[in-house]
């Protein structure tokens, strides 16, 4: 929150304990900038994803995730539903 920018290669990922709907669900109060939002179930599919707009109460996925991946907007085209991705730690 309170972010004015992100460079290209920022983003954050939030993980819950299991997949739900409600748990993953995001807010966009006190944002600054849109965001790209994608939601990854604990198979690493994506089950969702949606352009985020700054001051929006409240997005859910539409069907239950364990990962919620937020990043700049111009990432968006980036996957669709039904991807599987990869997760790899970064040293």
């Known amino acids: 929150m309170f ?12 993980v819950q304990n299991d997949d739900s709907r409600l748990g993953a ?3 966009m109060m006190f ?3 849109d965001l ?3 939601w990854f179930n604990s198979h690493l599919e994506v089950v969702d994803k949606v ?15 364990k990962y919620v991946l ?4 111009d990432h968006f085209s980036e996957f669709k539903i039904g991807d599987k991705v990869r997760l790899e730690e970064i040293r």
């Open 25 to 27: 669900s995001i807010h």
């Open 36 to 38: 790209a939002v994608f």
């Open 70 to 73: 937020e990043t700049g907007v």
């Open 51 to 65: 352009l985020a707009r700054r001051w929006k109460m409240m997005y859910l996925p539409k069907t239950p995730a």
């Open 31 to 33: 944002m600054r900038l």
């Open 3 to 14: 972010t004015r920018t992100l460079d290209r290669d920022q983003g954050l990922l939030l």
